[in-house]
């Protein structure tokens, strides 16, 4: 099975999504179909811009990456799904990474949870995040940056390999029949 067909298998069609609430109000614009082609470059830019509006340091991508589609006319399966690389399981240990490659970048101090004196209070908060913004988004930009460009390389040298793959099926197929007769 090519990798068309198993990412059209796996990923939603566009009449399931245009259900969902949270995505419906797009109407009409949802059925252009640059959004659902899964061609080896719309595949890949879309998987390159999901990993980078994932490293984005909030909670809400979901708003962001369906407009970026129709705007942009990215895949937007492969959007989706490449956003949800930070979910809730994944996302305290991505932007701590994310955090650390900030500090190293920005040459700022590493700020521990024991040092930012944290309570359940509005000013405790704003405190910490006022110390640790500027590594944070320094730090998601280059962590999405950089996975952007490696999804987009990787999705595209692993699809032109599938493709020559194939190629070098049919070509075979064809000298084994041209020996038969």
Do not use: E
Not at 39 to 48: D, E, I, K, M, P
Not at 69 to 89: E, F, H, K, Q, S
Not at 130 to 142: K, Q, T
Request: net charge positive.
């Amino acid at each position: 099975m090519d990798l068309r067909r198993y990412l059209q298998s796996r990923l939603p069609h566009a009449s399931a999504l245009s259900q969902r609430r949270w995505i419906a109000w797009f109407g009409h614009r949802l059925h252009d179909p640059n959004l659902w082609h899964f061609g080896r470059r719309s595949v890949a830019r879309a998987a390159a811009v999901g990993l980078v509006v994932a490293f984005i340091p909030v909670p809400i991508h979901m708003f962001v990456v369906v407009p970026l589609a129709i705007l942009r006319g990215l895949n937007l399966p492969v959007l989706i799904g490449a956003v949800w690389v930070t979910n809730p399981v994944t996302w305290v240990p991505i932007f701590y990474f994310a955090y650390r490659i900030g500090v190293a970048f920005t040459g700022g101090d590493l700020q521990t949870a024991a040092s930012l004196h944290l309570s359940a209070d509005w000013a405790s908060l704003t405190h910490a995040l006022a110390l640790i913004w500027l590594p944070l988004c320094v730090g998601s930009l280059i962590c999405g940056v950089a996975s952007g460009a490696l999804a987009y390389l990787s999705v595209d040298a692993l699809w032109r390999l599938a493709v020559r793959k194939r190629w070098r099926q049919r070509a075979s197929r064809r000298v084994d029949r041209r020996g038969d007769t």
